[in-house]
């Protein structure tokens, strides 16, 4: 197999490699060569349009009425309306799989990627306020208007008490790149209801515009000027993110207090580390994680097949549920799979699996290649975790190798594995580790997701894919990336 980067010696027998404590040296972004085994391929780097600078007149120009997130009603007068029922469709909603609910007197449209196994979003089973209620995921949509007043028209459903706010981020085009309107997204802890963020300009030019929303309000739509005009954003690189919470927003119940802002960093509905690759790489980052999942752990501590599925959805990473519901929605329009995490596999015991977990993460593969035969893809190994004793590190070095070699085998498909371990050489709470994650000591604040995005896009921005996987989807401007209510 070809491995580039001496991660082990291939020549010896696969049973010697772990011997007598001897563990491979795992440094970071070594990676399994792949991009589609063509000769015509792109690196993920050369299509990175970062996301990572703030709008000049955020703080003291035109956009002074950003201040408010407010449930009282604007001046419409002259605007128009825009919702993803217009036709023809508005926004590009290329990572999203839109539901439609009933609440109240509105008929509101929220937006998804896949969770697990279910067809609907993933809700809270409680038992509490927020029983039956989805949980997060941001909505995720761009458009491109010549308007000079953008209001962003949303509904924040009551039942979160403990944690009511719906903090939202929206990017705008400035001398050719999308920077952010503020440094960090905009909150409210107000209660439920209509809501509205309001956006104004000194120039009537076009603007590309992209909106990230927390997945505890529905999208109603925005309004622009009755003589302006609107159209979809240009597609993005899509990644669909799979995982376990490392990769949810760490501003709900994951941290105490949800939602809280801390020197360090703050957690936020929409700034989670999907959203902050987002943000270092500028493409529509899918999420379809779920906490507490790993390869053979469906949220329980247990090993299962990777065909397990129980009565609420949770499901091993790379699952047959899983991604066939991923196929169905998402593969058709071409994403780049890649699965972040898998600590939650170390709660199984003790038992060197190489082999079993190799095996594991080849069916993953191969049940991708089956629904989608030139599917892309690529991995990172465990994240950064407290840990101790010999079998931490032979968990460590088994899974990291076996994902390597599942990888290798189908070079066709698997781009690259990243090697995440060693962003901290540190992983007490007093070292590299603990500056980046919030109180709960494991998942990412807001400056955390950003520091290890940036690692992570600039381990990755070497990978290779097939020129032509992408290539026909970022010429053109598509009028309905998405898939519209249903």
Known sequence: MTIRGVLYDDSQPLGSRLSDGVYPDLEAGLDISGGGGGNSVVTLGELFKPMTGIYPDAANGPLAADSG???????????????????????????QYLQSYANGSYANTSGSTVWINHSTPRVWWGPSDRAGRPIESNI?????????????????????????????QIYVEHEGALKKITRLPRTSTAGGGLFYRTLTFDEL????????????????????????????????????????????????????????????????????????????????CGLMAQGGTGY???????????????????????????????????????????????????????TPYLDTYRARVLSGIDRCIAAKSNIQMMFSTIQPAASSGTFYDAFRVQSTLGMIEAGAARPDNVIG??????????????????????????????????????????GIAKFELPRDYYQGMLEVDVANAGAGPT
């Open 205 to 284: 030019v076009e603007r590309e515009f992209r909106v990230q929303l927390p997945m505890n309000c529905w999208l109603i739509g925005v309004y622009i000027k009755n003589q302006a005009t609107i159209r979809p954003s240009p597609n993005k690189p899509f990644v669909m993110i799979n995982g376990d919470s490392w990769n949810e927003p760490a501003g709900d119940t994951l941290q105490s207090p949800a939602g809280g802002a801390w020197a360090s960093g703050g957690c936020y509905r929409t700034f989670y580390l999907p959203q902050a690759i987002a943000e270092r790489t500028g493409f529509a």
């Open 140 to 168: 995720d949509f761009g458009f491109v208007s010549d308007s000079d007043t953008v209001i962003l028209r949303y509904f924040h459903y009551t039942g979160y008490t403990a944690s009511a706010y719906h903090d939202n």
């Open 69 to 95: 997130i407010t449930a009282g009603t604007p001046t419409t007068t002259g605007l128009t309306l825009y919702t993803p029922a217009s036709s023809p469709q508005p926004f590009n909603l290329q990572s």
């Open 417 to 458: 594995v990243l090697n995440i371990e060693s962003m901290c050489k540190d992983m007490s709470m007093s070292g590299q580790r603990g500056a980046n994650v919030g109180p709960d000591t494991l998942h990412l604040h807001a400056k955390g997701a950003d520091l290890v995005a940036g690692w992570m896009a600039a």
């Open 296 to 350: 053979f752990n469906a949220n329980d501590g247990v090993t299962h097949p990777d065909t397990y599925v129980d009565a609420l959805g949770n499901s091993p990473f790379l699952s047959s549920s899983r991604i066939t519901h991923a196929s169905t929605r998402f593969f058709p329009r071409n994403p780049l799979i890649w699965t972040i995490g898998g600590w939650n596999d170390g709660a199984l015991g003790g």
